[in-house]
């Protein structure tokens, strides 16, 4: 790996694991290695195997586009932070988020009136949805 690419992504790794709150110790854990190696892997001072790379970036819920060499410098913590939230919610979770999303974008066009009907189509979806999930629990 050339060195600015290894420190790239070392940096991105440790941003994650940092957002993510979670230790080098825990992350060597999580992917059978030495944490000096994930210390060693985050300041660039070695090149990890691919599969070593994989792993990583895969308990950390990285967006495997942090290896993409043409945009490395396109790196957005946040986006990673998001699809981290994203990759572990719920239906429900995600029906609510885009709801969410939706009324943000369109909030500047948006009456007060058609506001709360997107909330009252949200809160009423997302009772369907757990009246579904219990339904379905009561059934196994």
């Known amino acids: 790996m ?3 690419l290894r420190t790239s992504i070392g940096e991105r790794i440790r941003a994650q694991r940092i957002a993510l709150n979670i230790t080098q110790e825990e992350l060597a854990e999580m992917v059978d290695m030495h944490g000096k190696q994930i210390y060693r892997i985050e300041t660039g001072k070695c090149s990890p195997s691919f599969i070593n790379v994989l792993n990583i970036i895969t308990a ?7 290896l993409d060499i043409k945009n490395i410098n ?3 913590p946040l986006r990673d932070e998001i699809y981290s939230i994203l990759s572990d919610a719920t239906d429900e ?4 988020y885009r709801n ?6 369109k909030s ?8 709360q009907k997107i ?3 949200t809160i009423s979806k997302h009772n369907e949805i757990i009246a579904d999930n219990s339904i ?3 059934s196994k």
């Open 2 to 4: 050339a060195d600015n």
């Open 60 to 66: 950390l819920k990285m967006d495997i586009r942090v």
């Open 74 to 76: 396109n790196f957005n």
């Open 93 to 96: 979770e995600l029906y609510l």
């Open 100 to 105: 969410v999303i939706d009324a943000i974008r």
């Open 108 to 115: 500047r066009r948006l009456t007060t009136k058609e506001l």
């Open 119 to 121: 909330k009252k189509a």
């Open 136 to 138: 379905n629990k009561k």
